[in-house]
């Protein structure tokens, strides 16, 4: 089993999008853990906020990574066929991404994954993305 990229890897300066790439190939490889999330069934995690953003079918963006291409030409399909937001979209993006289950509606639902974890006294996870980081062996950024 293999976990995915860190949410901050950055595409074309559009962060999360290369772990969503990674999780559709590693799923499809049979190496994706069965506890990640993955898909649009729940409308507040990454996978589902993401493809709305880029304005394209989660299916079809299945489909399209595993036909091959590296993550920027997965993107460059993304703007062809859904939206291509400018710069400060993607900023208030990465913004929103990095933040989420900081003081926001996230915040129980992450309080109580971190708490399942056994992470509840961890001041460092203060997010999902630091969440990530911690289960995949990252210390979280500060």
Request: aromatic content about 10%; overall charge negative; some cysteine.
């Amino acid at each position: 089993m293999q976990t995915p990229a860190s949410d901050y890897v950055e595409t074309r300066g559009l962060i999360y999008f290369a772990r969503m790439l990674d999780k559709i190939r590693l799923k499809a490889a049979g190496k994706l853990p069965p506890e990640y999330f993955v898909g649009v069934e729940d409308p507040t995690h990454f996978d589902a906020r993401c493809t709305r953003f880029l304005g394209i079918n989660y299916d079809e963006l299945v489909k399209r990574t595993l036909e091959g291409g590296s993550d920027e030409e997965v993107l460059q399909w993304c703007f062809e066929n859904g939206r291509r937001p400018n710069e400060e979209q993607i900023e208030i993006w990465n913004g929103f991404i990095l933040k989420r289950g900081w003081r926001d509606a996230g915040s129980e639902e992450l309080a109580e994954s971190k708490k399942e974890a056994g992470w509840g006294d961890r001041d460092d996870i203060q997010t999902w993305v630091d969440l990530h980081d911690a289960e995949e062996g990252r210390t979280p950024r500060r």
